[in-house]
């Protein structure tokens, strides 16, 4: 049986959020396996360049609970207005409890409302295909294995070629 989930609103990022989206993405990720520690300054990093193109918390009654970032990627053959997803954080506590995928399925809605055309992310392929996620092999991301490079094409064709994320993926 499935923990019910808990009463949470999404918003967007506001001035003072930053201290706790940043202890929020390095508690979420500290224990991953895959992980290099390198979230909550990249979240920094996307924020002082101006890539943080869309960020979301959930609160619940309390505080803060999660939060998702959305920066924009090239393509090789020129495509616009697709986005990366992530990171997606949520505290280890609560995770599994379905907050991560409200915040995923927001960012979702808000983007195709924005006349985003596309996402894409790196990460699990068992978990983001529930979101309509796929591997598409004209879509390339060097240096990870393939399976993981997924999208979600919202609007029109879908492009080719190599993807790049912002400066601030290093």
Same mark, same amino acid.
């Given at each position: 049986?499935?923990?019910?989930?808990?009463? %949470?609103? $999404?918003?967007?990022?506001?001035?003072?959020?930053?201290?706790? $989206?940043?202890?929020?993405?390095?508690?979420?990720?500290?224990?991953?396996?895959?992980?290099?520690?390198?979230?909550?300054?990249? %979240?920094?990093?996307?924020?002082a360049?101006?890539?943080?193109? /869309?960020?979301?918390?959930?609160?619940?009654?309390?505080?803060?609970?999660?939060?998702?970032?959305?920066?924009?990627?090239?393509?090789?053959?020129?495509?616009?207005?697709?986005?990366?997803?992530?990171?997606?954080?949520?505290?280890?506590?609560?995770?599994?409890?379905?907050?991560?995928?409200? /915040? $995923?399925?927001r960012? %979702?809605?808000?983007?195709?409302?924005?006349?985003?055309?596309? $996402?894409?992310?790196?990460?699990?392929?068992?978990?983001?295909?529930r979101?309509?996620?796929?591997?598409?092999?004209? /879509?390339?991301?060097?240096?990870?294995?393939?399976?993981?490079?997924?999208? /979600?094409?919202?609007?029109?064709?879908?492009?080719?070629?190599?993807?790049?994320?912002?400066?601030?993926?290093?």
């Amino acid at each position: 049986m499935t923990a019910p989930q808990p009463a %949470i609103t $999404i918003r967007p990022e506001a001035p003072g959020d930053e201290e706790t $989206i940043f202890a929020l993405t390095e508690t979420a990720f500290e224990p991953m396996p895959f992980s290099d520690g390198s979230e909550p300054e990249l %979240i920094n990093r996307l924020r002082a360049d101006g890539d943080l193109t /869309l960020s979301l918390v959930a609160e619940d009654a309390e505080r803060i609970v999660g939060h998702i970032a959305f920066s924009p990627v090239t393509i090789d053959d020129g495509a616009s207005d697709w986005y990366g997803l992530g990171p997606v954080s949520v505290w280890p506590e609560l995770q599994k409890q379905g907050i991560g995928g409200a /915040l $995923i399925k927001r960012g %979702i809605a808000d983007l195709r409302q924005a006349g985003a055309r596309g $996402i894409v992310l790196l990460g699990s392929n068992v978990y983001y295909p529930r979101f309509g996620f796929v591997h598409e092999p004209q /879509l390339t991301y060097p240096g990870a294995p393939p399976e993981f490079f997924q999208c /979600l094409l919202l609007e029109g064709e879908l492009p080719s070629g190599e993807v790049k994320f912002s400066p601030a993926f290093g």
